[in-house]
């Protein structure tokens, strides 16, 4: 045991002990190939683990079970779609809570916190409500391609101006952008509320659905829609995992050694805004992802983004398909919101991290 | 011989104030400048100008005959690496990460190489995995030092001397630390780098420096060689100190404030 105590005493004494980047990754492909699976077999309807190859159609069993109809209708149709979108949503949160922290540099940055989430909410509750009373398009057609737009469209709209707010001559001043981003996060509520107000029936129940988050409407077409921007998002941190790094030391100091920072800061901004933006648009607002899973994967792998980045995709998806196992499973048949969940574990987290900060406790 | 970095009549001047005030510098390749003044003398603004982190409101700065704001960032950091003056850390990288961070994109096994070297020139081998936040103030200074000897040694690499500028590296030294660094840029100096160091010290400036530019309320007031530069009548105008300049047994001047009463007195 003389080694762990060794580990736990150079730890505490500042040292950085991190396992190897193939290891982190395969452990958390692991993890996420785990929640995956439990994902499939409970719910609702369950299926036992001796059902499940079967119904995903993985070997042809000559006693076909009476029960492989409604399995496979189950798996997908409903279950398969539901949780690639929890894994899809999961990675895009963390990813942006990550990169949001990088570029402000302060671990408590966090878009759903600092009304980013909020912001492409209203901008898509906005869409339904102007769009379904003007032009009468039909719902189908908004929720998978325009509800997308108009969120990103929102989010980037909210995270130029608190940048602006936030950043004066190369200084961003944490304080003011957490403040900003509570301020910026109440106009959007007035404004979702204010649409609440104004909606018929039927575009209130679409509405309530993004104030509450939920992964229920997950389907293919969302599926669709979410890929193409999570890949696309996830090349682009390659460009700027570097940048990412560097910009600890400051802007000035970026400068000095050799980062675009113009470039960086616009390139972050866009990123964190789609990613933002296009989880918003099918699931609604879920916090705390982004500052839970960057926060704890720091502690254990270190800063350097290149690790970071593609590690919080992944946690992100492991925690995501997790919470919404529970949330439809924790009080079934009905339903939790999972916004709400991740809310009840990511918000203590938070104090705690406030608190850490304070110098009162030590985690 | 043309000038590694030439300043043309430069100055910053933001609201109202002149900051800086119509300053001429030219440094040459070898050469190690000492920029002193007192606090508000325009070193730090003057420091960042030659950087091309500021752009100067009037005049123009040249690095290698090419004015700095017409380098794409990656490109100037290749010619010229600067040491700020806070530089403050958040997130628990090492030591050696931060170090790393001055290498840039060159390839693994020279980066480490270099960071290695550079680790162990600033007496800092022993902490590379240690997390920077952890460290002290003057220990986080010489890891940054170590950056940037670092990201030096990669331009110079590729594209010959460089230049080097410092803003007060010694301000959280302890006193061995202090001469380690600045002898430290003295020895790249003499490898052919361009330094320029905002000094607090005038001692150390005295010992080390080619050649000492005198900063006082944003103007130029003296550029030459220890001797013409550092006297008790410029010290007792500028700096409103009284002191007494006397020589070592190698004839190395030194500089001795004098109290405005005599020590002990109420």
Same mark, same amino acid.
């Given at each position: 045991m003389t080694a762990v105590t060794d580990a736990g005493a150079k730890r505490r004494s500042g040292y950085a002990l991190r396992p190897p980047a193939s290891l982190t990754l395969l452990c958390l492909l692991a993890a996420l190939a785990g929640a995956a699976l439990v994902a499939l077999t409970v719910g609702a309807a369950g299926i036992p683990l001796t059902r499940l190859p079967a119904a995903l159609g993985l070997w042809a069993d000559a006693s076909a079970s009476p029960t492989l109809a409604r399995d496979q209708?189950?798996?997908?149709?409903?279950?398969?779609?539901?949780?690639?979108?929890?894994?899809?949503?999961?990675?895009?949160?963390?990813?942006?809570?990550?990169?949001?922290?990088?570029?402000?540099?302060?671990?408590?940055?966090?878009?759903?916190?600092?009304?980013?989430?909020?912001?492409?909410?209203?901008?898509?509750?906005?869409?339904?409500?102007?769009?379904?009373?003007?032009?009468?398009?039909?719902?189908?057609?908004?929720?998978?391609?325009?509800?997308?737009?108009?969120?990103?469209?929102?989010?980037l709209l909210t995270t130029i101006i608190l940048y602006s707010i936030a950043s004066r001559s190369g200084r961003t001043s944490i304080a003011i952008f957490l403040l900003a981003g509570i301020a910026i996060a109440a106009i959007a509520n007035a404004g979702i509320g204010l649409l609440v107000f104004i909606a018929d029936d039927r575009q209130l129940r679409d509405i309530t659905f993004w104030l509450l988050g939920s992964l229920s409407g997950a389907t293919w077409p969302k599926l669709a829609t979410l890929a193409p921007v999570l890949a696309c998002t996830a090349i682009a941190c390659v460009s700027i995992a570097r940048g990412l790094d560097v910009i600890v030391l400051g802007e000035a100091e970026a400068f000095h050694s050799g980062v675009d920072v113009e470039r960086l800061k616009r390139i972050s901004i866009v990123l964190v805004s789609a990613m933002t933006g296009v989880a918003v648009s099918v699931c609604g607002v879920v916090g705390f992802v982004g500052i839970v899973v960057p926060h704890l994967l720091r502690l254990v792998i270190g800063p350097a983004h290149r690790l970071l980045l593609p590690a919080s995709m992944l946690l992100g998806a492991v925690l995501l398909v997790g919470a919404d196992t529970l949330a439809r499973t924790i009080v079934a048949p009905a339903e939790m919101p999972i916004g709400i969940l991740t809310a009840a574990v990511g918000a203590p987290f938070f104090l705690a991290m406030l608190l850490r900060q304070r110098g009162l406790v030590s985690l | 011989m043309s000038a590694l970095l030439e300043a043309q009549s430069v100055s910053m001047m933001v609201g109202g104030a002149t900051l800086v005030d119509n300053i001429d510098l030219r440094v040459q390749a070898g050469e190690m400048v000492a920029i002193v003044g007192p606090n508000g003398a325009g070193k730090s603004t003057l420091l960042r100008m030659l950087s091309g982190d500021l752009r100067p409101t009037k005049g123009r700065i040249e690095l290698k005959q090419r004015d700095i704001h017409g380098y794409p960032p990656r490109l100037l950091a290749q010619h010229r690496a600067m040491l700020s003056q806070h530089v403050n850390v958040t997130f628990p990288f090492t030591v050696e990460e931060i170090v790393h961070m001055g290498a840039g994109d060159s390839g693994r096994a020279t980066a480490q190489r270099l960071v290695d070297a550079a680790l162990a020139e600033v007496d800092l081998a022993h902490?590379?995995?240690?997390?920077?936040?952890?460290?002290?103030?003057?220990?986080?200074?010489?890891?940054? =030092? &170590?950056?940037?000897? !670092?990201? %030096?040694?990669? $331009?110079?690499?590729?594209?010959?001397? *460089?230049?080097?500028?410092?803003?007060?590296?010694?301000?959280?030294?302890?006193?061995?630390?202090?001469?380690?660094?600045?002898?430290?840029?003295?020895?790249?100096?003499?490898?052919?780098?361009?330094?320029?160091?905002?000094?607090?010290?005038?001692?150390?400036?005295?010992? =080390? &420096?080619?050649?000492? !530019?005198? %900063?006082?309320? $944003?103007?130029?007031?003296?550029?030459? *060689?220890?001797?013409?530069?550092?006297?008790?009548?410029?010290?007792?105008?500028?700096?409103?100190?009284?002191?007494?300049?006397?020589?070592?047994?190698?004839?190395?001047?030194?500089?001795?404030?004098?109290?405005?009463?005599?020590?002990?007195?109420?």
């Amino acid at each position: 045991m003389t080694a762990v105590t060794d580990a736990g005493a150079k730890r505490r004494s500042g040292y950085a002990l991190r396992p190897p980047a193939s290891l982190t990754l395969l452990c958390l492909l692991a993890a996420l190939a785990g929640a995956a699976l439990v994902a499939l077999t409970v719910g609702a309807a369950g299926i036992p683990l001796t059902r499940l190859p079967a119904a995903l159609g993985l070997w042809a069993d000559a006693s076909a079970s009476p029960t492989l109809a409604r399995d496979q209708l189950v798996l997908w149709s409903i279950r398969i779609p539901r949780i690639g979108a929890a894994a899809m949503i999961g990675a895009l949160l963390a990813a942006s809570g990550a990169i949001m922290q990088g570029l402000f540099r302060n671990p408590l940055a966090d878009p759903a916190l600092v009304g980013v989430s909020s912001g492409g909410a209203f901008a898509a509750a906005a869409a339904i409500v102007i769009t379904d009373s003007q032009i009468g398009q039909s719902l189908h057609f908004l929720q998978n391609q325009l509800l997308p737009i108009a969120a990103f469209a929102g989010s980037l709209l909210t995270t130029i101006i608190l940048y602006s707010i936030a950043s004066r001559s190369g200084r961003t001043s944490i304080a003011i952008f957490l403040l900003a981003g509570i301020a910026i996060a109440a106009i959007a509520n007035a404004g979702i509320g204010l649409l609440v107000f104004i909606a018929d029936d039927r575009q209130l129940r679409d509405i309530t659905f993004w104030l509450l988050g939920s992964l229920s409407g997950a389907t293919w077409p969302k599926l669709a829609t979410l890929a193409p921007v999570l890949a696309c998002t996830a090349i682009a941190c390659v460009s700027i995992a570097r940048g990412l790094d560097v910009i600890v030391l400051g802007e000035a100091e970026a400068f000095h050694s050799g980062v675009d920072v113009e470039r960086l800061k616009r390139i972050s901004i866009v990123l964190v805004s789609a990613m933002t933006g296009v989880a918003v648009s099918v699931c609604g607002v879920v916090g705390f992802v982004g500052i839970v899973v960057p926060h704890l994967l720091r502690l254990v792998i270190g800063p350097a983004h290149r690790l970071l980045l593609p590690a919080s995709m992944l946690l992100g998806a492991v925690l995501l398909v997790g919470a919404d196992t529970l949330a439809r499973t924790i009080v079934a048949p009905a339903e939790m919101p999972i916004g709400i969940l991740t809310a009840a574990v990511g918000a203590p987290f938070f104090l705690a991290m406030l608190l850490r900060q304070r110098g009162l406790v030590s985690l | 011989m043309s000038a590694l970095l030439e300043a043309q009549s430069v100055s910053m001047m933001v609201g109202g104030a002149t900051l800086v005030d119509n300053i001429d510098l030219r440094v040459q390749a070898g050469e190690m400048v000492a920029i002193v003044g007192p606090n508000g003398a325009g070193k730090s603004t003057l420091l960042r100008m030659l950087s091309g982190d500021l752009r100067p409101t009037k005049g123009r700065i040249e690095l290698k005959q090419r004015d700095i704001h017409g380098y794409p960032p990656r490109l100037l950091a290749q010619h010229r690496a600067m040491l700020s003056q806070h530089v403050n850390v958040t997130f628990p990288f090492t030591v050696e990460e931060i170090v790393h961070m001055g290498a840039g994109d060159s390839g693994r096994a020279t980066a480490q190489r270099l960071v290695d070297a550079a680790l162990a020139e600033v007496d800092l081998a022993h902490f590379s995995q240690r997390q920077l936040p952890t460290l002290s103030g003057g220990e986080q200074q010489r890891a940054h =030092f &170590a950056r940037v000897l !670092v990201q %030096l040694a990669c $331009g110079e690499a590729q594209h010959g001397p *460089g230049l080097l500028l410092l803003d007060e590296p010694t301000s959280s030294l302890d006193m061995r630390h202090q001469i380690d660094l600045v002898e430290i840029a003295k020895q790249r100096a003499q490898n052919g780098t361009a330094v320029i160091a905002v000094l607090h010290d005038l001692n150390l400036a005295m010992r =080390f &420096a080619d050649r000492i !530019v005198l %900063l006082h309320r $944003g103007r130029l007031a003296v550029d030459g *060689g220890r001797a013409e530069a550092i006297t008790a009548e410029t010290i007792r105008r500028i700096f409103e100190v009284d002191v007494r300049i006397d020589y070592t047994d190698q004839g190395v001047p030194f500089l001795l404030p004098q109290t405005m009463r005599p020590v002990g007195a109420p």
